[in-house]
RNA sequence: GGUCCCGUAGCUCAGUUGGAUAGAGCAACAGCCUUCUAAGCUGUGGGUCGCGCGUUCGAAUCGCGCCGGGAUCACCA
């Protein structure tokens, strides 16, 4: 790596120039802006108590002094205290020459003994999924993909939330209003049509509230002695009982509901390694807490219930266990965490969950220290922010969720119509057709996704969304798609691509230089977005490598290049910077068609 | 009210962890296809980086205080 060759020549450099040592870690190397003629760029400000010169004196005695060390600089140029390196074009051409022909530049070679468990997805088995799911699902693949070819085994693992009162909401408006109907009878998709029954739910819970009220009750009593709600209660308490009658209803719809899931995630290109079933797990925990309160990390209440004290953390006393004895959600939490050490002993348990979350996980982790487990320090909640419709927010019960399946349809409808406009994919099998309107519509979808910060809240407008242009998946798509003719158009003028040839001599025009270097970067950036557990870096890149190539695509000559040597050369980007695009998008799940 | 997150062009987003004249896309306007795919390329216009103070050679970036928006603080999940 040249910058750290750089940052050791400089240190050299400052001590034969100044006789003094300097702490290297105060001295920033960057890329050179683009405007701006050179390569990397030093800035001496930090050194000028050093030199006790002004920044352009000072700037040029280390170029000297840099140009003697390192072979590489061809030459350098001062504007105030910046020290702009230029390095040869050789210097270029060879890391070009020994990487475009190697398919795992930029992926790690080992893989470590560090599990990483990440969790995502998580659904209800009581609706289908919308938008925000397709973030967490999205944000979830990528990120496993990322660890991996950063060296990490990856176990992605789905928590499903397939019990509890939500669930048995459906069961009752199912039994009492569902007259046998099935996703078969009426062909229907099973998770909508378990979404269809929690909604009917909800309108005769509503009206049964708004007749108790009638009768004089306040909204809150109206709420509690529903008597659909208390028959719901008692559904539950059934399961819990395991009721034969219950347990078989709920296994029949939870069935359907699965069945539902696994068509949206195949068709969203995302999976798992292992499903856990809240229903398997819910009664974990509870022997941990237990633990806690011998040990005198927890406090019990007279009443029984069991909490942990984070007040004099700046937090609230947090409920571990009720006073019946039963769990809530933290205490499963807690035993989960617990399982997966036990199976896996990780170095890292990532869990996707949205920012609505934060405080949950606040307390899971601090409650793991407290009963000094030693994966507490390992849990990171990676916090997505809400995805946001221009009306506002999505409110399942208004009607305004984005139907996952829904969703991808349309994206896929957008992306066939699209390509007839533009008369393209004409001489294309259906068959391949298809599989290309599927490949551009979901490419727009995840990469308008994953290109955000996956911190922050986001706009989902339906409109931008599908747009095809600019700063788009089927942007970046394409730019392969034509790499990939043009090198199908090589083979087929037999035009030789030999790695290994030496290139030198050739001076590089500005957009080809500016891609090598696009290039050069990719590992670095795939290591960043590692650390950061933030795909968008990678996104953000592939475009801005998609767009710098294209400018180079435009304006220079490939194979009607007549001199060997320099047709060669361009051949070898195009070559490297197809396979930098294609696993780029495939570190985001997004496919690279090879025409389009 | 307490805690946490966010505020950058009309809109959607970047900004290499403190560096130079803050960048893309969309939208608007003007150009470029007899030449490797025009889902492309080039150009023009568009900014009090929410506001103020501080730290320093240097702040969109760090600290403090305001303003605005969001999330959360259940014997819910």
Redesign the pocket.
């Known amino acids: 790596m040249f910058e750290k060759r750089l940052l050791a020549a400089a240190g050299k450099s400052i001590r034969t120039l100044y006789s003094q040592d300097f702490d290297l870690s ?1 001295l ?1 190397i ?7 003629e ?1 390569d990397y ?1 030093l ?4 050194l ?2 050093l030199s006790r010169k002004n ?1 352009e004196q000072t700037a040029c005695e280390l170029g000297e002094a840099l140009m003697k060390e390192l072979p590489e600089i061809s030459t350098f ?1 001062v ?6 390196l230029v390095l040869a074009d050789d210097y270029w051409l060879g890391f070009l020459g020994s990487n475009f022909s190697k398919e795992d530049f930029g992926f790690s070679l080992v893989t470590r003994d560090e599990k990483v468990v990440l969790e995502y997805s998580s659904p ?1 088995t009581n609706k289908p999924l919308h938008l925000g799911h397709i973030r967490n699902n999205l944000l979830g693949y990528s990120l496993s993909q990322i660890l991996k070819a950063t060296g990490y085994p990856v176990v992605k693992v789905n928590l499903v ?1 397939d ?4 669930i048995c909401k459906s069961m009752l408006a199912y039994a009492r209003w569902g007259e046998g109907e099935t996703p078969e009878s009426s062909g229907i998709k099973g998770d909508k049509l378990i979404g269809k029954y929690y909604v009917l739910f909800d309108k005769k819970y509503k009206e049964e509230i708004k007749d108790l009220m009638e009768k004089g009750l306040t909204a809150d009593e109206a709420a509690l002695q529903s008597p659909l709600l208390l028959e719901a209660r008692e559904i539950l308490r059934k399961w819990e009982a395991h009721d034969p009658e219950t347990v078989q209803l709920w296994k029949m719809m939870n069935g359907w509901a699965y069945k539902g899931f696994t068509e949206t995630y195949k068709r969203l290109g995302v999976d798992f390694d292992h499903i856990y079933y ?1 229903s398997e797990t ?1 009664l974990l925990g509870k022997d941990l807490v237990l633990a806690g309160v011998e040990n005198g990390a927890l406090r019990q ?1 007279d ?3 069991i909490w942990i004290d984070l007040t004099s953390e ?3 006393e ?2 571990l ?4 004895g ?7 939490d807690l035993g989960t965490a617990q399982l997966r050490y036990d199976e896996y002993h990780p170095s890292q348990m990532i869990y996707v969950v ?7 996980f ?1 307390v899971l982790k601090r409650a793991l220290l407290k009963l000094n487990k030693p994966y507490a320090s390992r849990i990171f909640h990676l ?1 997505y ?2 995805v ?1 419709l ?1 009306e506002g ?1 999505m409110k399942s019960r208004e009607g305004t969720v984005v139907d996952a399946d829904d969703l991808m349809e349309e994206m896929y409808s957008t ?1 066939a119509d ?2 007839r406009e ?4 004409s001489d294309f099998p259906a068959k391949e057709a298809e599989k ?2 599927e490949m ?1 519509g979901l490419g ?1 979808l995840k990469y ?1 996704i994953l ?11 339906p ?2 969304s599908i ?6 998946g ?2 970046i ?3 392969f ?2 790499i ?3 090198i ?3 083979v087929s003028l037999q035009i030789p691509i030999v790695p290994g040839l030496p290139l030198s001599d050739y001076s590089l025009l500005p ?1 080809e230089k500016e891609t090598i270097k696009l290039l050069m ?1 990719f590992p ?1 950036v795939l290591q ?1 977005s590692a ?2 557990l ?1 795909p ?2 990678v996104a ?1 890149y592939v ?2 490598l ?16 007549e001199n060997p040597g320099l047709r060669q050369l ?1 051949i070898r980007l195009s070559v490297f910077t197809a396979s930098v695009i294609r696993k780029s998008l495939q570190l985001l799940g997004i496919g690279t ?4």
């Not at 504007?79 to 702009?84: A, E, R, S, T, W």
């Not at 266990?321 to 019946?324: F, G, N, Y």
């Not at 533009?422 to 994919?425: H, I, N, S």
Request: cysteine-free; proline content about 5%; aromatic content about 10%.
């Open positions: 105060r920033t960057e890329k050179t802006k683009k405007e701006i050179g760029t800035v001496v400000f930090p000028l108590k920044p140029k504007i105030k205290g910046f020290l702009n209800n939330n019990r509890g009162i939500h809240e819910y209440r009443d029984g219930s700046g937090l609230d947090k409920l266990l009720r006073s019946d039963t769990s809530v959600y933290m205490t499963q949205g920012n609505e979350q934060n405080y949950h606040d916090s922010g809400m946001e221009p927010k992306a699209m390509t533009l008369g393209k994919a290309l309107f551009i727009a308008y290109k955000v910060d996956p911190k922050k809240n986001m706009l989902f407008d409109k931008e747009d095809f242009n600019g700063n788009t089927p942007f798509q394409y730019t798609a034509r990939s003719s043009l199908t158009k090589a957009s970067s670095h960043q650390d950061e933030n968008a870096i953000n475009y801005e998609a767009k710098t190539f294209n400018q180079f695509y435009q304006e220079i000559p490939v194979l009607k290049e361009r068609p090879e025409r389009m």
